[in-house]
């Protein structure tokens, strides 16, 4: 079975400009969440997306913002990026309850200038 | 609100040591899930192991083993013969149980970053 896939693995956006990244989710799983990891603030929870509807929702600003699609890829867009959003973005799916584990891919390391 | 504790912000020890990586957690609920995750180098979070707040059993996995106490609201991490290649970041995490099936976000500790030296 095809692992969390994440596309780009690496971008380069400067400050005020906005940015989509995708994430292809373990086959069957319907639950997609994103988390920030930055040095300073470790890895922190965005948001989660179960069937079309993003069911929870971490404590960040209304410039991130995620929707998934009927077969269950997601997407994360930051609207107006500023420097403190350089970070690596981590996907993570999941089957089944909030009892299952969560599997995460590989990330997307976006850099603001 | 939720917390998680590592406070070991790294560990270096030689190849074939013990070694054991503290967590401790904090939550108001009664139904809950903590998880471990090792983060190489190459980034990737991996799953190591999860526990819900109903399975107080220790678990041992090869050279890993679990404790976990709810009485001092610890999940601590033990490898035992430690190998180089198990030099990586390993993060704690606690989720809550939510209404319908769902639960929070994962709460990750800060990680512990363990260096094993041949």
Same mark, same amino acid.
């Given at each position: 079975?095809?692992?969390?896939?994440?596309?780009? #693995? *690496?971008?380069?956006?400067?400050?005020?400009?906005?940015?989509?990244?995708?994430?292809?989710?373990? =086959?069957?799983?319907?639950?997609? =969440?994103? *988390?920030?990891?930055?040095?300073?603030?470790?890895?922190?929870?965005?948001?989660?997306?179960?069937?079309?509807?993003?069911?929870?929702?971490?404590?960040?600003?209304? %410039?991130?913002?995620? %929707?998934?699609?009927?077969?269950? #890829? =997601?997407?994360?867009?930051?609207?107006?990026?500023?420097?403190?959003?350089?970070?690596?973005?981590?996907?993570?799916?999941? =089957?089944?309850?909030?009892?299952?584990?969560?599997?995460?891919?590989?990330?997307? %390391?976006?850099?603001?200038? | 609100?939720?917390?998680?504790?590592?406070?070991?912000?790294?560990?270096?020890?030689?190849? $074939?040591?013990?070694?054991? &990586?503290?967590?401790?957690?904090?939550? +108001?609920?009664?139904?809950?899930?903590?998880?471990?995750? $090792?983060? @190489? @180098?190459?980034?990737? &979070?991996?799953?190591?192991? +999860? +526990?819900?707040?109903?399975?107080?059993?220790?678990?041992?996995?090869?050279?890993?083993?679990?404790?976990?106490?709810?009485?001092?609201?610890?999940?601590?991490?033990?490898?035992?013969?430690?190998? !180089? !290649?198990?030099?990586?970041?390993?993060?704690?995490? &606690?989720?809550?149980? +939510?209404?319908?099936?769902?639960?929070?976000?994962?709460?990750?500790?800060?990680?512990?970053? &363990?260096?094993?030296? @041949?």
């Amino acid at each position: 079975k095809a692992g969390v896939t994440q596309t780009p #693995r *690496y971008l380069i956006k400067t400050r005020g400009q906005q940015v989509t990244l995708s994430c292809s989710p373990i =086959s069957g799983h319907r639950s997609v =969440s994103w *988390y920030q990891q930055t040095p300073g603030q470790g890895l922190q929870f965005l948001f989660e997306y179960f069937s079309e509807t993003q069911r929870n929702k971490g404590n960040f600003p209304g %410039r991130f913002s995620g %929707r998934q699609f009927s077969n269950s #890829r =997601s997407e994360m867009n930051v609207s107006t990026l500023e420097l403190g959003d350089s970070a690596l973005y981590l996907c993570a799916s999941r =089957s089944g309850g909030a009892y299952n584990e969560q599997f995460f891919g590989p990330g997307t %390391r976006l850099t603001v200038l | 609100a939720q917390k998680v504790t590592q406070a070991q912000t790294e560990i270096s020890v030689v190849e $074939k040591e013990d070694v054991t &990586l503290d967590c401790v957690y904090e939550t +108001r609920d009664t139904t809950y899930y903590l998880f471990w995750y $090792k983060q @190489p @180098p190459s980034g990737e &979070l991996v799953f190591l192991i +999860r +526990r819900n707040s109903f399975d107080e059993q220790n678990e041992i996995s090869g050279r890993y083993s679990w404790n976990f106490q709810k009485s001092t609201s610890s999940f601590n991490f033990t490898i035992t013969a430690s190998q !180089v !290649v198990d030099s990586a970041v390993y993060f704690c995490a &606690l989720s809550e149980a +939510r209404s319908g099936g769902g639960a929070d976000g994962l709460t990750f500790g800060k990680g512990t970053h &363990l260096i094993i030296q @041949p």
